[in-house]
């Protein structure tokens, strides 16, 4: 079956710029969490959404938005970009989070910011 | 605040050898994940831990789980050189709805020399 899918793979922006991120999780997944991975911060949980609704929230700024689709397709969206937000943004999907129920990983989003 | 720590950070292990990674978390938790990541890639889930005392197996990697430590360790028997990559156990709160919300370790650095 189709693993978890994230576009593009690469994008580069500009410092002010806006970005979104597309991911599609495995079919009949409804949870989808998003991570931020740099080589100073580590893996940070940005936030998961489940049946269309935020249901976890990281500590992140307002500047990281995020949402999910019917289909539960989800997007993540982040408004003036800074240098600091280069970095590999992974989506992960579960079949609903709970217990029992692993996370598979897609190949993420390197994003640059120039 | 959930907190993870892992240990080692950076293993050098000859092969046929075995060893232990270490992780230690602050809080009560109900699931916990090890994850294996190779340069460039993404998360490869390998174990999801859900109860005090499990313990999971795969081929050479037997992890197990001690919630009233709040200690969780990968093990590795006769390591090979394809066990060379980067392992993070992560830690979700208790709670049925908290499972997508993860807290990474920083990650164990595994490289297996001839």
């Known amino acids: 079956k189709a693993g978890v899918t994230q576009t593009p793979r690469y994008l580069i922006k500009t410092r002010g710029q806006q970005v979104t991120l597309s991911c599609s999780p495995i079919?009949?997944?409804?949870?989808v969490s998003w991570y931020q991975q740099t080589p100073g911060q580590g893996l940070q949980f940005l936030f998961e959404y489940f049946s269309e609704t935020q249901r976890n929230k990281g500590n992140f700024p307002g500047r990281f938005s995020g949402r999910q689709f019917s289909n539960s397709r989800s997007e993540m969206n982040v408004s003036t970009l800074e240098l600091g937000d280069s970095a590999l943004y992974l989506c992960a999907s579960s079949l609903t989070g709970g217990s029992g129920y692993g996370y598979t990983f897609g190949s993420g989003t390197r994003l640059t910011v120039v | 605040e959930l907190k993870v720590e892992q240990n080692p950070l950076f293993l050098s292990m000859q092969e046929g050898k075995n060893y232990t990674i270490y992780c230690n978390y602050s809080?009560?938790?109900?699931?916990l994940y090890w994850y294996r990541q190779d340069p460039g890639k993404s998360l490869e889930s390998l174990f999801v831990l859900l109860s005090n005392g499990a313990v999971k197996q795969e081929g050479r990697l037997m992890a197990s789980l001690d919630t009233k430590a709040r200690l969780s360790t990968l093990h590795i028997t006769a390591a090979v050189h394809d066990l060379s990559a980067t392992y993070f156990c992560a830690v979700a709160p208790g709670g049925n709805t908290n499972a997508g919300k993860s807290t990474f370790g920083d990650g164990t650095t595994l490289t297996v020399k001839p």
């Open positions: 079919s009949g997944h409804r949870s």
């Open positions: 809080t009560t938790s109900d699931r």
